[in-house]
Nanobody, 121 residues
Framework: QVQLAESGGALVQAGGSLRLSCSASGSIFWINAMGWYRQAAGKQRELVATVTSNGRTNYADSVKGRFTISRDSAKNTVYLQMNSLKPEDTAVYYC???????????????WGKGTLVTVSS
């Protein structure tokens, strides 16, 4: 059973920085894309950033230039470095990964339980 575990969420003042981490564990043959999504209160979940297995990244316009996604494939871990945080970045941040458990199986989408980031003004 594959599990994703996020960490790093906290309360921070506007202008501050946080680093989120997400590690995948369990039966893993290959991880394709990994990414971060967020959901603010009363809003739909939205893409923050993704990174493919070959390092190609994609960012939401709202975080470009402030957030950086990276991954350590040897550790099955993805990171999100968040700088210049704004109150509107307040949300529960979810880790997502497209994981192939066995070499014959198709890849499936997995989600973490989320970590809360609160940015005070």
């Amino acid at each position: 059973q594959v599990q994703l575990a996020e960490s790093g969420g906290a309360l921070v003042q506007a202008g501050g920085s946080l680093r989120l981490s997400c590690s995948a564990s369990g039966s893993i043959f290959w991880i394709n894309a990994m990414g971060w999504y967020r959901q603010a209160a009363g809003k739909q979940r939205e893409l923050v950033a993704t990174v493919t297995s070959n390092g190609r990244t994609n960012y939401a316009d709202s975080v470009k230039g402030r957030f950086t996604i990276s991954r350590d494939s040897a550790k099955n871990t993805v990171y999100l470095q968040m700088n210049s945080l704004k109150p509107e970045d307040t949300a529960v941040y979810y880790c997502n990964a497209d994981i192939q458990e066995h070499w014959l199986s198709r890849s499936l989408d997995y989600w973490g339980k989320g970590t809360l980031v609160t940015v005070s003004s």
